[in-house]
């Protein structure tokens, strides 16, 4: 759902969302394999609409889902109605995955005339967190006297893949190359040291053993190099909020 609505943002601030005539959201990977189950594909489509984890309603999703499904049509951000039919716009690769993730997504929005206005790949690496570039944009855009000052225009031959809506979502090697290359030197950008660093388990569990600290209490440590108490609180209590919420909605559904 974040980062559909990364995408819609994008569209709206590069004003071309107004122009987009059609869209079209790929999962690869262990998001395709998983996305029916884990409920991913009824969150894109709210995330394309305009929602975002923290204010959704989450007892509307699936009857909006179900509305999308028939009447083979979605408000972008809420309010720009376009042809959507998920069975053609909401692919599942399950058997491939993009070079930087295992749990990566694309979006492209087309013109009505079916030219390339806009495209992105997003990956979620846990937690809620989504990784990104900036949105790349076809030349199209520019023929529309487009203000585009903070976008990167998309190099021709992922215009050319993207394009073609029977290929199954793969990228050039050397595109792939590139973007692989980018996303593992932003990965290793650190503007903010952890108080209690760790990247596995074992090394946690280290950790909590040498500082004589819960698990709890290490990961709130950390937390709060980035947020004030009072912030990571709210936060946490926000969380434990929805998921509160979720386990009621469904212990009570009819369906």
Known sequence: ????????????????????GALRAELYGSLALTGEGHGTLDAVLMGLEGETPESVDTTSIIPRSHQIH???TLKINGTHQITFNPTLHLLLHRDKSLPEHPNGMRFSAFSQTGDLLATNEYFSIGGGFVVNEQTKTSENVYYMDTRLDHAQKVPKEVVEAAEKVDLFGNLPSSHAEQRKQAFAKRRSQKTIVATLPFTTAEELLKVCTRENLSIAEVVYRNEVQWRSPKEVRSRVLNIWNVMDHSISNGITAEE
């Open 70 to 72: 028939t009447s083979k």
């Open 1 to 20: 759902m974040r980062a559909a609505r990364f995408f819609v943002e994008d569209l709206k601030s590069l004003k071309v969302l107004d122009k987009v």
